[in-house]
């Protein structure tokens, strides 16, 4: 087996700073009641906010500072995040908290054209998601979790160069991911002039038993790939469901689109682990609230794609339709993204010769486009309807709906000429001179059967108005018996 460990050593700070890329001066604090400084971004540190220093020291050196307390809740939630992107690599993933995911990457080598590319697709892809951390590959999950603390970008693929990579690696691993191992055993092995794996190694195992220190030894053996490591696999979720805090409310559209981005960066690997695409997803706007105790609001906006589809630019093209619509009605707070129903979605068939020129365009992403911008009930089609009159024999129709592969039945279709130009109520004239009427007339008597007030009995016919246009009259056969325009031909 060969392991790619994923540390994100600055997690608890990554949860709130992935949102924006203008983050300002952001601290996080530790739980209470000492609230002291347990992470500071790039901006704040460069205040003089450091870890390890009180709020109000913080609060002093940088009066502008963001602090937020952690929020591990939010951690876990990346994790489980990072861990359902990652499924696009490999179907064997497994979460090593508080900080770490671990990869099981030997079947995806040769897919992803060896080691080292597939180690820079992670990194690169990682960044989209929003997170930096540091990677390290070797034969044993336990060993690729310390490389990647202490000698990140570590490639070992080799139970043979193991040992010369774990040896000089400091005691202080030891209490990394490995339960048992106490800061007693730690302050044991330092008393006794002990700094490095190698040096641990040489010690009696005996020794170390008698002084309760054989976790020691035993998370050696599962580093070292003496004894088997078995890990726990990531099973990812049916439903697809995303959470980002901005780091400040806002209500400018680029930077929402920005913390989209992010979303659907995780939501495009959930889906590549399926091969699955999607018709429709939803963004979920959370609202800043000022008063407390009373229930934030949201907005859920659903998208449609008009087509299966995981290609993630036609997704941020259909959300930023949407975000420009119509102004918010407030700073948002948080941005969540929520999909299911993935359908497995089959690669186009193309000729080997095929070429950009005659390949057509893409109706359903203009339909989904114009939906977004006009409104859903904006964008319909006309379809015609079995009846006799003129003014019912249409509907309105969802585009794309009918199967045009099938030919509509030629008895349900006028044997006279219909106009391309129907007005939406006949409008009243005077009685045409016999030489004008060209043809007819074409009697229509229907509509009983609807009730009152439906019911017409007209004669039809095709003339020729006072400026050489062609025109759709008819004449009532109730009296008065009174003559109308209904359409033009031309």
Do not use: K
């Amino acid at each position: 087996m060969l392991w790619c460990a994923l540390v994100l050593p600055d997690l608890a700070l990554q949860v709130f700073t992935r949102g924006r890329s203008d983050t300002g001066p952001l601290a996080i604090l530790g739980p209470r009641p000492q609230l002291r400084v347990l992470a500071a971004n790039p901006a704040a540190m460069a205040c003089g906010v450091a870890a390890g220093i009180s709020r109000a020291s913080a609060l002093a050196l940088a009066p502008q500072l963001n602090l937020r307390e952690r929020a591990p809740a939010l951690e876990d939630a990346a994790l489980t995040e990072i861990a359902t992107w990652a499924g696009r690599f490999t179907s064997t993933v497994s979460i090593d908290p508080p900080d770490t995911l671990l990869l099981e990457i030997r079947a995806s080598l040769r897919l992803f054209g060896g080691l080292a590319p597939l180690c820079a697709t992670i990194d690169q892809g990682l960044g989209e998601l929003g997170f930096t951390g540091q990677l390290a590959v070797a034969p044993t999950p336990l060993a690729a979790r310390w490389l990647a603390r202490c000698t990140p970008g570590s490639l070992i693929d080799s139970e043979g160069e193991l040992a010369d990579s774990l040896d000089p690696l400091p005691i202080a691993v030891l209490g990394d991911g490995c339960d048992g191992v106490t800061a007693d055993n730690l302050n044991l092995l330092a008393g006794i002039g002990i700094h490095r794996l190698a040096e641990v190694r040489r010690l009696p195992r005996s020794g170390l038993a008698r002084r309760h220190a054989r976790a020691v030894t035993t998370q050696l053996d599962r580093a070292y790939a003496i004894v088997p490591d078995p890990r726990p696999w990531f099973v990812p979720p049916e439903r697809y469901a995303a959470r980002l805090p901005l780091p400040a409310p806002t209500d400018q559209v680029d930077t929402l689109l920005f913390g989209v981005r992010r979303l659907l960066a995780g939501l495009s690997g959930w889906l590549d682990a399926r091969q699955a695409g999607l018709e429709r997803f939803t963004l979920v706007l959370e609202y800043e609230h000022h008063r407390p105790g009373h229930e934030s609001r949201e907005d859920a906006l659903e998208i449609v794609l008009g087509a299966l589809s995981r290609d993630m630019a036609r997704c941020q093209l259909l959300a930023r339709e949407h975000l420009t619509r119509s102004p918010l009605p407030a700073p948002v707070d948080t941005l969540r993204l929520e999909a299911d129903g993935p359908c497995l979605l089959i690669p186009p068939r193309t000729d080997l010769f095929d070429g950009d020129d005659g390949r057509q365009g893409d109706p359903g992403l203009l339909l989904a486009t114009l939906r977004a911008r006009l409104g859903h009930d904006a964008v319909r089609c006309l379809a015609t309807h079995p009846d006799h009159r003129p003014e019912r024999a249409w509907r309105w129709t969802e585009p794309f709906a009918a199967d045009r592969s099938t030919p509509p039945d030629p008895h349900s279709l006028p044997s006279s000429p219909r106009p391309l130009w129907l007005l939406p109520t006949p409008r009243p004239m005077a009685r045409p001179p016999a030489e004008s009427l060209l043809a007819g007339p074409e009697r229509i008597e229907a509509g009983w059967w609807d009730g009152p007030g439906a019911e017409v009995q007209r004669d039809y016919f095709v003339a020729r108005g006072h400026d050489d246009c062609l025109v759709w009259i008819f004449q009532e056969r109730l009296p008065p018996h009174g003559w109308f325009v209904h359409g033009y031909f031309s």
